[in-house]
């Protein structure tokens, strides 16, 4: 029986190919990648001295806090990225960590006035215009969420999360056509979406007033998910009037 051939000479060239790019990257490209491969020291030591060399690069802070944020040291994370806005109050991509740092922990005013920040600074991005949006969603300011979430979908079309939002947003301020439009691309780009079918389930059963129509939206939400309780008491409610 023949062996295996041996890989340890391959990966020998793949590790002298990464170290090669390395010295060409600056040490916050270094960093990301040490980070990548699960190097946390060796990356945090890059960026420390990233931040020694150009204390005024916002990048090595933004990066810094990352790590710290992903090892659950919030306090200390955060005046990282506070420190990013600091050295450089036009970054776009220092406010929208910032703002990113401030949504996970739940504190959706900072988070929609950094994301906002972001933006005014030149970042025309989906995922900036998606995350203001949803952190007024959050804040139930429905009507200021929406142009935000209308352009995320604008910019990024094929987004089913921002798209499932916006769609809701629109049910929300009592536009149900263009909700349903809406909920409609989302079953088609991701056909397994159950919350968009209870949602068109509840569309169905209150503005459209089509219970049958609506009954097989539910179905198909518990089918993808049986245990989706809102579609489960949706369908009750509806054989319960008939």
Wanted: charged share 25%; no cysteine; hydrophobic share 40%.
């Amino acid at each position: 029986m023949r062996s295996a051939p041996s890989t340890r000479g391959a990966d020998f060239f793949v590790i002298i190919e990464k170290n090669k790019r390395r010295r060409h990257m600056d040490k916050n490209q270094q960093g990301i990648e040490l980070l990548q491969e699960g190097k946390w020291e060796e990356a945090l030591k890059l960026f420390t001295e990233q931040i020694e060399e150009k204390p005024q690069d916002p990048a090595a802070y933004i990066n810094f806090g990352h790590v710290l944020a992903e090892m659950n040291d919030t306090e200390r994370a955060l005046k990282f990225y506070e420190k990013a806005v600091e050295v450089d109050h036009s970054s776009s991509a220092a406010h929208y960590a910032l703002g990113s740092f401030y949504f996970g922990q739940e504190r959706f005013e900072e988070s929609a006035q950094s994301f906002e920040k972001a933006i005014r600074n030149g970042m025309e991005e989906a995922d900036a215009y998606f995350m203001l949006g949803l952190s007024f969603l959050y804040l139930d300011q429905t009507v200021m969420a929406l142009p935000y979430l209308m352009r995320a979908v604008e910019l990024n079309g094929d987004d089913v999360e921002a798209r499932f939002q916006f769609a809701l947003a629109l049910a929300k301020t009592e536009q149900y056509e263009e909700a349903e439009k809406n909920l409609q691309v989302v079953i088609s780009q991701d056909p397994a979406h159950a919350d968009a079918f209870y949602n068109l389930g509840v569309l169905y059963a209150g503005h459209y007033e089509q219970p049958e129509k609506a009954h097989s939206y539910f179905d198909r939400a518990l089918d993808i998910q049986p245990d989706h309780m809102l579609a489960g008491y949706g369908k009750k409610l509806l054989d319960a009037a008939n």
